[in-house]
C-alpha cells in the first residue's frame, strides 16, 4: 500500500515551471447547477475550473483529454464518512467527548480513499463515532493519496462535530463486562439531557468569562475563570462556529433534538442517517436542518426498521436539503448508484438525483462556493465517466482534485500488472532461496 501511494506521488507532482493547465473536450459535461452540455469542454487552469462550455480552444500548454462518448461530473461528496482515522473513531469514555478532534489522527495509508477516488468520490465529512451523545470534532477532508495528510484536510472549511441519538449513545447494542456498571445515560431520557446540561454548562462558561472581561475593561481586578477545552466548544457552537451533524433514526428523537436546539439556541446543520425523516420531513425544514440519509439501509437494529426507500425523495420534497452518504468504505465508492435508485424510489428527475451526490453534500458542507457543481472559479474536482454516472454500467475513467489526476484507470492497470510481476519475481526469489539454503542444509549434514 505504501509503495502505490509512494507510486503515486511521484506520478502526480504538478508542473513546477509552469501552470498546469488542462483542457477536456468532446464530452457531456453534468454541471449540476447549470444544466448538461453535450459535446462541452471544461478549461482548468491551475486548481480551479477557468472555463466550461462549447468550442473552448486548447491553450497551447494544455494537457487534452479526449473526452468523446463520455461524462464529466463534479467530485462527489460524502457527508458521512470514517476513512482515514487511525485507530477507534470512538473516544468512549465519557457522554460528551467534544473536546477531541479526528482531524489529529487522520492517516494517508488507507487505501480506502483511492478506491473511493475510483468511484468518483473527492470530499468526505470524516466524522467522530456514535458512542457518545456529543462525540468529537469532525474533519472535512478531501482524498489527496499521494500526498501527506496535512494536504488532505480542507483549509477555511467550517469547523464540525458529531451529536447522537438512539441506541449507540445509551449503548443498547452492547453491554459492559460483569459487575461494571453501564455509563450514563443508559437512556434517551438520558441522551437528551446529556445535551442539555452540556449547553447549561457551556452559556454558565461564557457567562463568566462575559463577567471577567466586562471587569478587565473597567480595570477591576479580575480573575479569568479556569480555561476548558470542552466548554469551548460547547460556547463555539452556541456562537454558531461549529456546525452540528447528528447521527439519528427516530422522529420522536429527530423531534427531541430539534426543540432541544431550539431552546438552548443553535442549529442542526445536518441530521445523519435520519432514516424516518420522512414523518417529519417539514418539521425538519422548517428548523433548516438538513439530511444525509441511506437509501436501501435498513433492519440492521431495531430503530432502523421504519426505513423506507423513499425517503430521500420524500425529504426533497418537502424542502429539506438532501444528501445520501456512505457511514461505509464500500458504499462510499458508488454513493452515485444510491443516487440513481432515489429515481425509482421517489421519482426524482436525473438533475435531482445527481444533486444527491453533488451540490446538496457541498452545501451542508458549506462549501457549495468552491465544489459540488461544474461552474468556472470552483476548485477542478471532477470524475470522468465512460457512460452517464447514473448507470451501473458506467465507472470511472479519471479523477481529479484541484486539478491534479490522482485516479487514472489505465495508469492503474499498468501498476497492477507491474506489481503483480514484482510479487511473482520477489516470490520465485524466496523459493530459489528456500532451496538453496535446504541443499546447503543437506550437505552440512553429510559432510558431518
Known amino acids: 500500500m505504501r509503495k502505490l501511494a509512494v507510486l503515486f506521488a511521484f506520478a502526480a507532482l504538478p508542473l513546477l515551471a509552469q501552470e498546469r493547465v488542462t483542457l477536456i473536450r468532446n464530452a457531456t459535461i453534468l454541471t449540476v447547477t447549470s444544466g448538461t452540455i453535450e459535446n462541452g469542454s471544461v478549461l482548468i487552469r491551475g486548481s480551479k475550473i477557468a472555463a466550461v462550455g462549447k468550442d473552448i480552444a486548447a491553450p497551447a500548454n494544455a494537457q487534452v483529454i479526449d473526452g468523446t462518448g463520455k461524462f464529466v461530473l463534479p467530485g462527489i461528496i460524502d457527508t458521512h464518512s470514517h476513512t482515514g482515522v487511525e485507530g477507534s473513531v470512538n473516544e468512549i469514555s465519557l457522554p460528551n467527548t467534544g473536546m477531541v478532534r479526528i482531524g489529529d489522527v487522520m492517516t494517508a495509508d488507507d487505501i480506502s480513499a483511492y478506491r ?35 494536504e488532505w484536510l480542507v483549509q477555511g472549511a467550517p469547523r464540525t462535530i458529531k451529536f447522537a441519538l438512539g441506541e449507540n449513545p445509551k449503548s443498547a447494542n452492547f453491554r459492559p463486562p460483569e459487575g461494571q456498571a453501564r455509563q450514563y445515560p443508559a437512556t434517551r431520557m438520558g441522551v437528551e439531557e446529556v445535551i442539555r446540561k452540556s449547553f447549561t454548562d457551556a452559556r454558565d462558561y461564557m457567562a463568566s468569562w462575559d463577567e471577567y472581561e466586562a471587569k478587565r475593561k473597567r480595570n477591576e481586578p479580575a480573575i479569568p475563570p479556569r480555561r476548558d477545552v470542552l466548554m469551548d466548544t460547547m460556547a463555539d457552537i452556541l456562537r454558531g462556529n461549529i ?16 426543540r432541544l436546539a ?6 442542526i446543520r445536518e441530521l445523519q442517517h435520519v432514516l424516518e425523516g420522512y414523518k417529519v420531513a417539514r418539521e425538519i425544514a422548517a428548523h433548516g436542518a438538513g439530511g444525509g440519509t441511506f437509501i436501501d439501509w435498513w433492519g440492521y437494529k431495531a430503530e432502523a426498521y421504519d426505513a423506507i426507500p ?7 420534497r418537502n424542502g429539506v436539503l438532501t444528501s445520501v452518504n456512505s457511514d461505509s468504505d464500500e458504499l462510499a465508492r458508488h454513493l452515485n448508484h444510491d443516487a440513481a ?8 428527475t436525473e438533475d435531482e438525483a445527481l444533486r444527491l451526490c453533488t451540490i446538496n453534500g457541498a452545501k451542508q458542507l458549506r462549501l457549495d462556493h468552491r ?26 475513467d479519471t479523477t ?20 503483480k510481476r514484482e510479487k511473482e519475481e520477489r516470490l520465485k526469489k524466496e523459493a530459489d532461496e528456500a532451496k538453496k539454503n535446504k541443499k546447503d542444509d543437506a550437505k552440512e549434514k553429510k559432510d558431518a
Open 262 to 267: 431550539d431552546e438552548m439556541g443553535f442549529k
Open 371 to 396: 465544489i459540488g457543481s461544474i461552474e468556472a472559479g470552483k476548485d477542478a474536482d471532477l470524475a470522468i465517466w465512460t457512460g452517464h454516472p447514473l448507470s451501473i454500467y458506467s465507472r470511472v
Open 243 to 258: 456546525d452540528v451533524h447528528a447521527h439519528c433514526y427516530r422522529s420522536d428523537e429527530i423531534m427531541m433534538l430539534l
Open 116 to 150: 473511493q477516488l475510483a468511484g468518483g468520490t473527492t470530499t468526505a465529512l470524516v466524522l467522530h463515532g456514535s458512542a457518545n451523545a456529543i462525540g468529537g470534532q469532525s474533519q472535512i477532508v478531501k482524498w489527496k493519496w499521494g500526498h501527506p495528510v496535512s
Open 310 to 316: 423513499y425517503n430521500p425523495a420524500l425529504m426533497m
Open 341 to 348: 435508485k432515489a429515481m425509482k424510489y421517489g421519482g426524482l
Open 400 to 419: 481529479m482534485i484541484e486539478g491534479e489526476i490522482l485516479f487514472d484507470r489505465q495508469r492503474d492497470l499498468q501498476q497492477r500488472e507491474a506489481m
